[in-house]
């Protein structure tokens, strides 16, 4: 029998009597204050992206030079910047740039990785070396080295820095894919679903991949945390997202100059990365606890 | 031990070869025609086509592939387009300042995280416990390059107490050496110190419940002993592994480090490569990065089995 990958019930009166495995995880979930607190902020953050051009205060590319650098006050609750723009309405707009690219390049990295890991873990042979050897390469260049480079040969914009992180982060998905397919092809219910005649695609679509969905799911929050740092970095650097568009890590690039006149300029853009960091670390903390039956 | 070696020697060569492919196959990448980058300004045809015969852009790609592993291997990474001169003598210049600051950062992490790590698993489920993974939290979550930046502000620009950037080496005045790389070591280190932390805490626990532990205990051995001699010593085996190979890691986080402190190092290197399209420096610094890290692997690898006999064999 396969896990329905059904939305979780949340009704948990329900969910305690036939105990289905989302309802059960969810359950475990709501019980660690730590990742209900991520889940929280992950959503006011979510919530801030979306709803970004209606609750921001001001325009936040709209520059004013008689406003170039003041300290927060009632009309400007973060300050402005070197340039008389508010910092509130660009950590908010910013929000979106961190968030698209933690989601948009994990989703890129799990696109590929996961069908790239089903093939390796379920066809094994000559695929899988061919595979593993290439991940093993790409796992031996360091993390921020290789998006780096990638986003220097592709050119800096926030696209390309989307792309090049999610390349960066696909042989991990791979190989965390590749390692559970592994695990999942000897299982019972899979060979009972050998033995009924399915063909391979189905037993790898059906079977295989919904009970490798949890550690999938885990390792997916812990890398939007990664790619959220990685994005922020490398709009540090200057090969993210392009002036005057708002982003968390351009932000810190510029504020970094004004740091002895206008400390405020970098306090913000930073909590902002570290609390949104922090809340998919939690939750990726928390998801582990509530689907891996052998952590407890 | 011997047959070991050869087997691992031989996993990490086509580890390495694809990894050339990839470094290599970045070039691809670049719209539009290598020489005419190359050339800059200069449009001359004559220039063009000497530059193309130069760098062989005129045959395919798997012989231009071969040309530059041939140069690699009798270690001519190219040509510093920029700064004029061999990949190889700029890598050689700035390597030793990225390791003095992973040197030191890798420090700070062994210092601050093994103990963390030792004082929560003996202490489990209490306030130091909650206290030291609040710390391992914060060190995972925190952005090094805004990290570096408030310490900037706080010891810098406020207290005035040290060099917000700079460098100095540690041949030339080892006091002012140590003054500016010791707030970028520690910013460095922050997240590894997270990391040993958890693993430590980890093995930790693990160790206390074994069973050479209760026959410790069962002895009379005082607590500080059984800890310290008895788990700690088999606990830290894959905390050291771990430590060797996150030193790579270290290698990538000084890019930022570096940049925020302006500290003329590796990361710098590449980081001032990238802006001015100095291809070869940015392809030699991921090589010499990657085989650094793949070479820690190696050493890491060696070291686990050296202190787990159980593995030989």
Redesign the interface.
């Given at each position: 029998m396969t896990v329905a990958s059904s939305s979780s019930s949340a009704d948990s009166a329900l969910a305690a009597r036939e105990e289905n495995p989302w309802g059960r995880a969810w359950r475990r979930l709501r019980r660690r204050k730590g990742a209900l607190i991520g889940l929280a902020v992950v959503a006011l953050f979510v919530l801030l992206a979306v709803l970004a051009p209606w609750i921001a205060p001001y325009d936040p590319t709209a520059t004013s030079w008689s406003l170039v650098r003041k300290p927060p006050s009632w009309a400007h609750w973060f300050g402005t910047d070197e340039v008389g723009r508010d910092v509130l309405s660009r950590v908010i707009w910013g929000a979106r740039a961190s968030l698209g690219a933690g989601l948009v390049s994990v989703s890129i990295a799990a696109g590929f990785g996961v069908p790239l890991g089903l093939l390796a873990g379920y066809a094994g042979g000559w695929i899988d070396a061919a595979l593993s050897?290439?991940v093993?390469?790409?796992l031996?260049?360091?993390?921020?080295?290789?998006a780096?480079?990638?986003?220097?040969?592709?050119?800096p914009s926030l696209g390309n820095a989307m792309i090049a992180i999610g390349v960066t982060a696909t042989p991990v998905f791979v190989r965390l894919t590749r390692g559970q397919t592994l695990a999942a092809k000897v299982e019972d219910y899979v060979e009972a679903a050998r033995a009924v005649g399915n063909p391979h695609w189905r037993i790898a679509l059906r079977h295989v991949l919904p009970n490798i969905v949890p550690p999938l799911l885990i390792q997916a929050s812990l890398a939007i945390?990664g790619a959220i740092?990685a994005e922020?970095?490398l709009s540090?650097?200057?090969?993210g997202q392009q002036p005057p568009a708002p982003s968390w890590g351009s932000m810190?690039n510029t504020?970094?100059r004004f740091?002895?006149q206008a400390?405020w300029m970098?306090i913000w853009?930073?909590l902002a990365?570290?609390a949104a960091?922090?809340s998919f670390?939690?939750l990726g903390d928390g998801l582990r606890d509530a689907l891996d039956p052998r952590h407890k | 031990m011997l047959a070991f070696l050869t087997r691992r020697l031989l996993q990490i060569l086509p580890t390495i070869v694809i990894v050339s492919m990839l470094i290599f196959g970045l070039q691809q990448l670049l719209p539009g025609d290598p020489a005419l980058i190359m050339a800059g300004e200069d449009r001359d045809p004559a220039v063009l086509e000497q530059i193309r015969e130069q760098y062989h852009l005129n045959d395919p790609v798997p012989v231009r592939y071969l040309y530059w592993v041939k140069g690699v291997l009798h270690g001519d990474l190219g040509e510093s387009m920029r700064l004029k001169s061999s990949v190889a003598s700029l890598v050689a210049e700035k390597l030793p300042v990225t390791l003095q600051l992973a040197a030191m950062a890798l420090l700070f992490a062994l210092g601050i995280g093994i103990p963390a790590g030792i004082v929560s698993a003996v202490k489990k489920e209490t306030a130091w416990d909650y206290g030291a993974n609040v710390f391992a939290l914060w060190g995972l979550s925190t952005p090094n390059f805004w990290l570096g930046i408030l310490m900037i502000f706080l010891f810098s620009v406020t207290l005035g107490w040290l060099p917000a950037s700079g460098y100095v080496r540690l041949g030339e005045d080892w006091r002012q050496s140590l003054a500016t790389t010791i707030m970028p070591a520690f910013v460095l280190g922050n997240a590894l110190a997270a990391v040993l932390m958890r693993h430590t805490r980890g093995a930790m626990l693990q160790a206390m419940g074994a069973d050479y532990v209760r026959t410790a205990r069962a002895k009379g051995l005082q607590e500080g002993r059984v800890v310290l001699k008895h788990a700690l010593r088999n606990a830290m085996t894959p905390v050291i592994t771990l430590g060797a190979l996150e030193f790579g890691t270290l290698l990538s986080g000084a890019v930022l480090t570096e940049q925020v402190f302006t500290i003329p190092g590796f990361g710098k290197l590449i980081v001032d490569a990238v802006f001015n399209r100095d291809y070869a420096v940015v392809q030699g610094v991921v090589l010499v990065t990657s085989t650094i890290y793949i070479l820690l692997n190696l050493a890491a690898d060696i070291a686990y089995m050296l202190v787990n006999p159980r593995l030989r064999g």
């Open positions: 050897r290439v093993d390469a790409m031996a260049i360091p993390f921020l080295i290789l780096i480079a990638l986003a220097a040969f592709l050119g945390a740092i922020a970095a540090f650097l200057g090969l810190l504020a970094q740091i002895a400390p970098a853009p930073g990365i570290f960091v922090l670390n939690l | -």
